[in-house]
């Protein structure tokens, strides 16, 4: 802990004025977050985090998140400063066309920004699943002598983080597995947008934490030697995560300090000149820098440059006696998985029926073994998912040697866990009933939006699952997966799609992937391989000449079709059945194919247990028929819900045989 004077009150400062002045110049933007929380920020920047500027992906780096993503000028300020890739002028082009400054921190690690935050929570949630990968990773790669894996996760976090309910959950979970490598630093101005928090939130946040079984303690956030002592503190709890709640105020020291109107408004140009009066600024100045400020953050970024030099040689020493594991260490670096992963898959063949979700099951027995960075879980259904490998250990408190979480019934908060997992170069998965991913929206949404390659292993798909009835049927949810952009969402036919869907997922590197898995069994009715690598191809084709019917299945509809097809050969109709188990993936194949499977001009009907709105897609510009579920399902044996709802090989056979009459 060291102690406070003239030189770091004026970079405080300095990140206070370049936050305002690229508010003020985008006249769009937050500038009292930074301005009050400025001082906490730089204790904690140059005092405690461990990064090294000139290499922002260096593994054991601590990571900042800032939470409170409205308050995006602070962090490129602090970027700027200490050296990343944000020059300044990015700083000046803070929310515009293309700029690195967006008006919410957007995923850019090799800039510094660790993880898309501004949905309020999204980033708290993040931040726990960071934590925790260290912990794991620590467990999976460290011995006596070798800790290279030994970092924080620092969190800024603002009153509407701390409201949002993703958060309690998420703190519940970081408290109930004692992630002691997490340390958030609370915002506490008392504002929001409508105004004070007295509107609408009354909560004791630091007995709240206490509860989650967090250490808890209080600070002046304008102190700076109150902040470092709190983080001192912080740092020496090793069993359970720590919450400071830093009193500040918001639009420190303009004239709209303490009010609603300084949260997400710039100053104008009058309250700037007065805010820099009160700082003592040159109130002419814009995006000023001072050299004696540029000299104290060149002294940060030795220290953290020597901190990574440090680290690197004892890796060196690492990778000498344990290059077993030094090998398998940069494999995880790469994100890359071990050679040879995919010949463990299972092949499924002259099987009884099986449901998707017991293959997918067996799949992971299979796979798990090999997969060093591969974790697991579940929100409370780990039965049901199949989602736990014969032989995983699982997590606990103190012990993360596993590789399988139960996150509880907290399905936002595994979602944004899980995000953090991702963002930390794990190859999370985790599994809920298809109903439930709607709790889960806003987190598939951001790591379809920053690319991570999670997957979501989403049991009980549609009506399928039977006597639980309507609350518990999907029926609008495949639709509304596939709405989401860079989200790959596959419903497999059956047992060999299942293991080739585990494929395809773990491949990806670009963005997360959603298994949707059946309750009831399913006879095996493909061939094994890559079939499903386009996303839909001819399963059985029309015998005794070309198709006069397509016939367009996923999941557990594609028997159904297969049933049609028979049904319609004994009427002397040619019909081809089509599998479609990832609309994406056939969608990004070349026209040439998707036509070779499509033929134009052919009549087409789909069958799929859910809503028909989007199939419009596939069907267009050709008689055609959608067989599906334009309302909400109901509670019955599941085989009678599908017979009373009409999808049935004779019914759809007989939309085919009116098309084609």
């Given amino acids: 802990m060291g102690t406070y004077d003239e030189s770091d009150r004026l970079a405080a400062t300095t990140i206070r004025m370049l936050a305002a ?8 933007g937050h500038p009292g977050l930074p301005l009050g929380a400025a001082d906490m920020a730089l204790v904690l920047w140059t005092r405690y985090l461990k990064h090294n500027p000139a290499d922002p992906a260096w593994p054991d780096r601590d990571r900042f998140v800032l939470s409170a993503g409205h308050g995006s000028a602070l962090l490129y300020s602090l970027l700027h400063l200490n050296g990343y890739d944000m ?72 009153d509407g983080d701390l409201m949002e309910g993703l958060s309690h959950e998420a703190a519940s979970f970081a408290g109930h597995y004692g992630l002691s490598r997490l340390i958030v630093l609370y915002d506490d101005n008392h504002i929001s947008i409508d105004g004070s928090t007295d509107l609408s939130f009354s909560d004791n946040a630091i007995e709240r934490f206490a509860g989650y079984g967090w250490h808890t303690q209080r600070a002046d956030g304008h102190d700076m030697q109150a902040v470092d002592a709190a983080l001192a503190a912080a740092r020496e709890v090793t069993d359970r995560p720590s919450i400071i709640a830093c009193r500040t105020h918001i639009g420190y020291g303009s004239p709209r300090q303490d009010s609603a109107k300084v949260h997400g408004s710039p100053l104008g140009e009058e309250d700037l000149r007065k805010t820099k009066e009160y700082y003592g600024w040159d109130p002419e100045a814009r995006f000023y820098v001072p050299e004696a400020v540029r000299e104290y953050f060149a002294q940060v970024q030795e220290a953290g440059a020597d901190r990574q030099a440090e680290w690197e040689a004892l890796f060196s020493a690492y990778e000498a006696a344990y290059p077993d594991l030094a090998a398998q260490w940069e494999l995880h670096v790469r994100g890359e998985l071990p050679a040879g992963w995919e010949q463990q898959l299972p092949v499924f063949s002259d099987e009884k029926p099986v449901a998707t979700r017991v293959a997918s099951g067996k799949v992971l027995d299979a796979i798990a073994p090999s997969l060093i960075t591969l974790v697991g879980g579940s929100a409370d259904l780990t039965p049901s998912n199949n989602t736990l490998p014969k032989g995983g250990q699982v997590v606990s408190r103190g012990d993360y040697g596993g590789m399988y979480v139960h996150y509880g019934v907290r399905e936002h908060g595994m979602g944004a866990i899980m995000n953090g997992l991702a963002l930390h170069g794990m190859r999370p998965y985790g599994g809920t009933f298809l109903i439930f991913s709607d709790y889960m929206r806003p987190t598939l949404r951001l790591a379809a939006m920053m690319g991570l390659p999670v997957v979501y292993v989403y049991t009980h798909d549609s009506i399928g699952l039977g006597e639980d009835g309507p609350t518990h049927q999907p029926v609008e949810h495949l639709t509304a997966l596939r709405a989401i952009p860079n989200l790959l969402l596959i419903r497999p036919a059956d047992a060999n799609e299942t293991a080739a869907a585990w494929k395809v997922a773990l491949k990806r590197k670009t963005g997360p992937t959603a298994l949707a898995l059946t309750r009831q069994d399913l006879p095996v009715v493909t061939p094994p391989g890559d079939i499903l690598a386009k996303g839909a191809y001819v399963l059985a084709e029309a015998q005794g000449g070309p198709p006069q019917v397509v016939l367009l299945a996923t999941g557990s509809e594609v028997s159904i079709a297969l049933g049609a097809q028979k049904l319609l050969a004994e009427a002397g109709i040619r ?87």
């Fill in 575 to 661: 019909a081809r059945v089509v599998s479609m188990p990832c609309w994406e993936l056939f969608d990004q194949q070349p026209e040439a194919y998707r036509h070779q499977v499509l033929p134009a001009g052919v009549p087409r009907v789909s069958v799929e247990a859910g809503v028909t709105l989007a199939w419009g897609r596939y069907l267009g510009g050709v008689p055609h028929a959608a067989l599906g579920i334009d309302h909400y399902g109901a509670s019955a044996p599941y085989k009678t819900i599908y017979q009373e709802f009409g999808l049935t090989p004779e019914k759809a056979a007989e939309a085919a045989r009116r098309l084609v009459s």
């Fill in 21 to 28: 002045d690229a508010v003020q110049q985008a006249n769009s």
């Fill in 87 to 158: 020059p300044l002028e990015e700083v000046k082009r803070f929310r515009q066309w293309e700029s690195a400054t967006p008006g919410h921190p957007e995923y850019d690690p090799q800039r510094g920004v660790e993880t898309t935050t501004g949905p309020l929570g999204q980033g708290f949630g993040n931040s726990v699943g960071m934590a925790l990968a260290e912990r794991l990773l620590a467990a999976r790669f460290n011995r006596e002598g070798f800790p290279i894996v030994d970092h924080y996760t620092y969190v800024l976090a603002s």
